[in-house]
């Protein structure tokens, strides 16, 4: 499968660079997590937010919960909620679980939390079970005119420690192949066996 093609035609316009990344199904942030052998603050959560009946979509990391009281302050609401996936259905008019982390396609304004500032690349969901994309979170921004804000608390979510053992071969498996070859041994120590090799020829012809 691939991502969706609306989301696609909707990347390909923006310029921006982004790479396509298949997998296996998942249906959360977590577990796209655990699939990838991703730290969680490299995926991106989507929470549909319903502030003074008006619909914000607030991306966060996945290691990371929102905090409704911080989110008030931020949008300037008097009242936040999450609604029902119903709602999310009727409202923007999709198939449940398929929100994407662009709000633009949605027709919704785009709020990031701060904390995903603190990574260079994540993995964003592009409403596919099977496809995301990977972006740089500065690309993202810009190209969602979101805003920014601190909205989110720890969750207290942790990968499983077989999970991050297997991260950690992963990496170390991609650094060896990335590494330079080996270098040609310098002249230096077959000239140091030379020597050795004419002065045991030497002492060999005493008598």
Do not use: C, W
Request: no cysteine; charged share 30%.
């Amino acid at each position: 499968m691939a991502i969706p093609a609306k989301v696609k035609s909707y990347l390909d316009k923006s310029g921006i660079d982004y790479e396509e990344i298949a997998h296996k199904t998942v249906f959360t942030a977590y577990d796209a997590a655990q699939t990838l052998k991703k730290k969680l603050n490299e995926v991106a959560k989507n929470l549909l937010i319903e502030a003074d009946k008006i619909h914000v979509l607030v991306i966060l990391p996945a290691d990371k919960k929102v905090d409704l009281g911080k989110l008030k302050k931020a949008l300037g609401a008097k009242k936040v909620s999450i609604p029902k996936e119903q709602v999310m259905v009727k409202v923007l008019k999709i198939k449940p679980g398929s929100l994407s982390s662009f709000g633009k396609l949605h027709k919704l304004e785009v709020l990031v939390d701060k904390a995903m500032l603190g990574t260079k690349k994540v993995l964003f969901s592009t409403g596919s079970f099977t496809d995301s994309v990977l972006m740089k979170v500065k690309d993202f921004i810009k190209m969602e005119e979101a805003k920014l804000a601190n909205v989110a608390m720890n969750a207290g979510y942790k990968i499983p420690v077989k999970v991050k053992n297997q991260m950690k071969k992963a990496v170390a498996s991609n650094q060896k192949k990335s590494a330079p070859k080996n270098k040609k041994k310098s002249g230096k120590p077959a000239a140091k066996t030379a020597a050795k090799k004419a002065v045991k020829k030497k002492t060999g012809k005493r008598k």
